[in-house]
């Protein structure tokens, strides 16, 4: 069977990765190899395949260029670095992939010092009927599984099978868990770390609580930021008011805090003027 993600043809019951996937998986053991994964996949396989009895996941690439546990990526929902829905979806996806992969079922090793380019997925059930595999170029990611529309060109063979290729893919991906990933990872001040540990202390970086006064405030601002977009570029009116932006109240608020501010004062000059 022929996995692309986007043609459904008349005598194939599945055409996306995750379809197949979470139709065909019930509670044996999975085995997946991935050049790169997403938080939202790992929150898809807490939510759907979750029955399984045991995972491993040999993942290539750790976010590490993706996502760095800075101000920057951090997800701050109140410094305005994402939209509201997008921030609270991946905060939510977030806190359901930190608790699947807690589970002790689940067993995760990388492959550091070499590039994993395989995308492989081997599920095995104590029925060998409903043995299967899935090779091909999908990634454990949004686009790799079919998650949402992608421009990505995916194709994958998907088979159930129990003997021949299913027999020398178990092989294929012992010997890679057992002799070249690791569940170690080599930080850059050369000490070492548990993997799942290190992945789970990266995705947490991605969702912070927020109290209903914060969310209050950030909503405000996402009415208003059109306006807060259009003061930032009134140069006369940026001078006016320079010498409030050296004051200890202005420095003191969050940055949605100090636009706000910017632009009441703003609303206020008008009015004035037309008296």
Known sequence: MLLDNKTKT?????????????????????????????????AWMND???????????LGNLMQEEVQPDEDKILDLLNGN????????????AQKAVAFLQQDKVAVKTIQKNFCHAKTYIYTDKTKTKNYFIVGSSNLTDAGLGLQFSSNIEMNIA???YEHEFRDLKKWFQELWEHTASDKR????KTKVDVKDYIIDLIKTLYKEYTPHDLYYKVL????KGDILELSGDAEFRREISHLEETTIYKSLYPYQQKGAISLIKMLKNIMARF
Do not use: C, W
Request: hydrophobic content about 35%.
């Open 10 to 42: 008349s005598d194939s019951e599945y055409y996306t990765v995750f379809d197949f996937v979470k139709q065909s998986t019930e509670k044996g053991s999975l085995d997946i190899v991935t050049g790169y994964f997403s938080v939202n996949a790992l």
């Open 48 to 58: 759907n395949i979750n029955a399984v009895e045991h995972f491993r996941l040999i």
């Open 82 to 93: 994402i939209g509201i829905s997008s921030a609270l979806s991946l905060s939510h996806s």
């Open 159 to 161: 088979k159930h099978d």
């Open 186 to 189: 080599e930080l850059p001040n």
């Open 221 to 224: 601002y996402e009415m208003f």
